[in-house]
């Protein structure tokens, strides 16, 4: 079993910026991918950034720019770098981690959850 630990959301004005952060604890061994989601009120939970282990990473095109997600190894931490913020960016931001367990089989661990609201 993983637990993920977010921290770092809060309230900032349009232009601002704000750093998001996730440790893993617990059988962390063979953790593949890691990244962030968000869902806004309404809306359905959407990828924003994904980081392999390897540090490949993908983007979400409403973030190309802005964000830049990172990893830590050492600490099992995972970063999300939000710059040039906009009201649209308002949403509760999620960690996720992708663990291979058996060959083929893979299992998906969420963090609590964080609020981030822009206003304009």
């Known amino acids: 079993q993983v637990q993920l630990v977010e921290s770092g959301g809060g309230l900032v004005q349009a232009g601002g910026s704000l750093r998001l ?3 893993a604890s617990g059988k962390i061994f063979s953790i593949n991918a890691m ?3 968000r869902q ?3 809306k359905q939970r959407e ?3 994904v980081i392999a282990s390897g540090g490949s990473t993908n983007y979400a095109d409403s973030v190309k720019g802005r964000f830049t997600i990172s990893r830590d190894n050492a600490k099992n931490t995972v970063y999300l770098q939000m710059n ?3 009201p649209e ?3 509760v931001y999620y960690c996720n981690a992708d663990q291979t367990v058996v060959a083929g089989i893979m ?3 969420w ?3 964080t609020q981030v609201t822009v206003s304009s």
């Open 21 to 23: 952060s996730c440790a």
């Open 35 to 37: 990244g962030w989601y």
């Open 40 to 42: 806004a009120p309404g």
């Open 47 to 49: 990828l924003v950034a």
């Open 84 to 86: 040039s913020l906009k």
């Open 89 to 91: 960016d308002t949403a």
């Open 107 to 109: 299992r998906h661990y």
């Open 111 to 113: 963090g609590q959850g």
